[in-house]
Each structure stands twice: as C-alpha cells, then as structure tokens.
C-alpha cells in the first residue's frame, strides 16, 4: 500500500518545539513533503538558523518517518526562515529597511567586554547561518572596527550608505568617519541624529539579526533607539562583581522602563581557567550574573570565562569564536548566540517569554 502525505504528516505530529509547544505540523514548519515509492523526504524549516535543537528536531523527524510500514529511506532537510519579533505595543516605530530584528548589546559600566561580546555574538549567529549585521553605536568609544581589522571609509550608493563586510557581516561604525585618535565631541541632538542616520540611511540587505553594540551607561543613545525603531530586545553584559552587578540592575531596569524587553544576561569574566594546571580562579566572584538574572526574572545566557586568546582576538581582529570555535570561550558565545535566536523565535510567535515588565 503506498505511502500517504497525511500519513507523513500524521507521523510528524509527535515531533515538538520544546520551546513554542507545539508539534511541526501545527506550527506549519513542514514546508513539502515528497514520496517516492518507500523513500520519503521532507522539508522543515525552522524559525532561526542557530536553533539549539535543530539536530534533535531532525533526528525525531527522522525516527518517526522511519517507523511508517513500508518506508525504506527518509531524508530530513533542515532550513530556517527568521521572523521577526517586533511587538504592536512597541507603537509607531518604524522598522527597518531590510533588517528583520534588532538586538541592543549593553552593560550598566565600561570594562565587562560588551563589545567583545557584541562581536563575538554576531560572528557566532553569522557562522550559524543567519544573516547579520553590527552596528557600533558605542559612539564615544567605537571600537567594532578594530575588533574585526576593519579600516576603510562608508561609501553611498545612490542615497544610501554602503556598509563595510567582514567576516559575513555587514558592519556600520562612526570610527569609519573618523580618525583612529580623533575625540568626539556630541551633544545629545547629535547623537540622536547620527543614532537615527545610522538606522535609515544604511543600505541594510536582508538582515536576520541586526547587533548594536551600545554605550555603556544609561544615556542618550539607549533613549534615542527606544525612540526610533521597534527592538527586538536586549542583552545585558555584565561580571560577577558586586560593583558590575550594581550597575547591571540599573541598566536592565532601564531597558524594560523604555519597554524594550530584555533577552538575557550574559556573565563575563566569569573565572579564570589555568592552561596549565586547569585550576580555576574566581577573580571578579562566582555566580553574580546568574544570582542577578534569577533575581530579576531574566534569561540566564551564559558564562564566558577569562581567556587571553578572545584578548589577543579583538586586538588582532580575528574573533575567538573564528579564531578558536572550539575553546571554553567560543563554545560559551556560541551557546549565548543561540540562545539569543531562541529567544527572539519564542518572541515573534507571540510566546512572550522574554520579560516586558514595567520597573
């Protein structure tokens, strides 16, 4: 008796998101499905490329397309499709051309490696297959260019400004219109300006996941994107310090006040690991980002420990998750990375998991 693409479907049901809590067929994530005789392959696209469970969603599809009587072969392609999480209550913002999500990287202080994190993220969610951008709006210390070995000038095309590519990323940062040592020196209409110049005068292509690497603190710029675009949500950098963790508290309340929810909080620093004796060392503390995330009813991303090589990376411009994807470091930031997807899927199905809490 041959084989039925109900019965395929009927078989699929059992496979679910862990996350939306739904099973694929439901969820319309089985985009074809084509029999041939007892060989039988489908197509299931899923909501980000960096998916956490990508490969135990097509290991179960596989499981049950195989136990039909009668299948000799199955084939599971897996694809993605990101939507985008953007929310009616975020009012008359407007989104971005080209740009599906925008994620703000920010820290309460200087110094926790935001925008080592920042670029980190987008090179991991860009090697997972996503297509993504950085945007430096950490103005007064825009060093995203120097991170990725990037030295060039933004170039027009037509009426919009070309951004720089490196590394799958297509890259904006005011340190492409300034010299290496030149201060800048803005007020806050200013730096709005140039916030709202960066967003709707760049030529953006088909972004997935824009990152944009915030100043640290809670100021203009933070206001000015609340302001300006729909935002997908927030990544909050901190150490386990106590004084970092102070400062952490003020900037995730400040983020859900401008009622952009927060994805989660990343530890940084979180110990020291000895390459060569494998002794750990708590140098800022232990377990601060994780207790204040709990306390604060966040997601708990991840702990990226003290490693010199992501050090040397931002000096080199080789990122660690590219220089070395397989250490402690980069494994951490690639785990964060698709955590952070996850969140944003959650998000654009209208799970709102992520925090909207009003402080």
């Known amino acids: 008796m041959a084989i039925s693409e109900q019965q395929v479907l009927d078989a699929l049901r059992v496979v679910r998101d862990p996350d939306l809590h739904k099973d694929i067929v439901t969820l319309n994530f089985v985009k074809s499905v084509r029999i041939d005789g007892p060989r039988i392959a489908v197509t299931i696209e899923l909501t980000t490329p960096a998916c956490p469970v990508k490969d135990l969603l097509r290991d179960q599809a596989h499981a049950a397309i195989a136990a039909l009587p009668g299948v000799a072969a199955v084939d599971v392609t897996m694809t993605a499709q990101v939507r985008t999480a953007n929310r ?12 599906r999500n925008v994620i703000a990287v920010g820290a309460g202080k200087g110094g926790v490696g935001k925008t080592t994190l920042s670029v980190n993220l987008a090179v991991a969610l860009a090697q997972r297959g996503s297509r993504v951008a950085l945007l430096d709006a950490d103005v007064y210390g825009p060093n995203v260019p120097i991170m990725l070995g990037l030295k060039t000038q933004l170039e027009a095309d037509g009426e919009k400004i070309r951004p720089a590519e490196k590394y799958g990323l297509q890259v904006v940062s005011v340190g492409f219109m300034t010299q290496d040592d030149a201060p800048i020196i803005w007020r806050g209409p200013m730096l709005h ?10 030529k953006w292509n088909d972004v997935d ?3 944009v690497d915030m100043p640290p603190g809670t100021g203009d710029v933070a206001l000015s994107l609340s302001q300006t675009v729909p935002v997908a949500g927030a990544v909050v950098v901190t150490t386990p310090q106590a004084v970092s963790l102070a400062d952490t508290t003020r900037a995730i309340k400040m983020y859900q006040k401008l009622n952009i929810p927060v994805i989660g ?9 000895c390459t060569a004796c ?18 604060m009813a966040v997601p708990f991303l991840g702990r990226v420990p003290i490693y010199e ?10 990122p660690i998750v590219l220089a070395e994807p397989d250490s402690p470091a980069a494994l951490a930031m690639f785990g964060a990375a698709e955590r952070i997807a996850q969140q944003v899927s959650i998000a654009a199905y209208g799970k709102k998991l992520i925090p909207l809490t009003a402080v």
């Open 88 to 99: 009616p209550e975020q009012g008359p913002r407007t989104p971005i051309d080209g740009v």
């Open 193 to 202: 300006g140039a916030i709202q110049q960066f967003f709707r005068d760049v």
């Open 209 to 211: 996941y824009l990152i």
């Open 265 to 273: 909080l990343v530890e940084n620093m979180s110990h020291f690991a």
């Open 278 to 295: 494998g002794h750990e060392s708590d140098i800022f503390g232990k377990g601060g980002g994780e207790r204040l995330a709990a306390d």
């Open 309 to 318: 090589p992501v050090r040397a990376g931002g000096d080199n411009g080789r």
